[in-house]
């Protein structure tokens, strides 16, 4: 399983950097052709946003991935390691079981637009493409939770031994 996981976060990078790429010099593509040929394209914005949400919702995976997500670490600060770490879990639980909610209702979205045949205005691409960034993105997201989890809980086990 982390061998898998360790392959999807190197893919996960590279798309994300990539897209980072795509969408900068989509940019830089549109501001030129606005301001120098005084004309402008009329798909670039929306692929854009498209590209967007999906570098938001793969961002989140690699933010959790990193343990880089803003917390609030005041109450933590003040318990004892055991009390803090009780917490966390909590927390993660509660944010693996909105990310479940999400990942149900997010493929069953998506696949009322795969059955309407959602098309978006400039591109004319399928718009389940654009909304599975969310199920795909909370799927990654679970796994990761499980996998932190798993490793809080041995953490709160070493410790209460330890004590």
């Known amino acids: ?8 976060d190197k893919a996960e990078e590279y798309v994300l950097i990539g897209s980072l790429v795509l969408t900068a010099t989509l940019v830089f593509i549109q501001v030129i052709m606005r301001y120098v040929f005084n004309a402008s394209l009329s798909w670039s914005e929306e692929l854009t946003r498209y590209i967007f949400i999906w570098q938001i919702w793969l961002g ?3 933010g959790l991935r990193d343990k880089k997500h803003i917390r609030v ?3 933590q600060s003040v318990l004892k390691p055991n009390m803090a770490l009780l917490m966390d879990i909590l927390a993660n639980l509660i944010w693996m ?5 999400f990942v149900y209702n997010g493929f069953q979205l998506v696949f009322d637009l795969i059955q309407k045949n959602s098309v978006s205005t400039a591109l004319r691409i399928p718009l ?3 909304y599975a960034a969310l199920p795909v993105s909370c799927f990654v997201i679970v796994i990761r939770q499980v996998l932190h989890l798993r490793e809080d809980i041995n953490k709160l086990f070493y ?3 330890g004590a």
């Not at 399983?1 to 999807?8: A, R, T």
């Open 1 to 8: 399983m982390k061998m898998i996981l360790k392959k999807y």
């Open 97 to 101: 079981a909105a990310c479940t909610y």
């Open 128 to 130: 389940w493409t654009v």
């Open 60 to 62: 989140a995976s690699i």
């Open 159 to 161: 410790l209460k031994r």
């Open 73 to 75: 670490e005041v109450i």
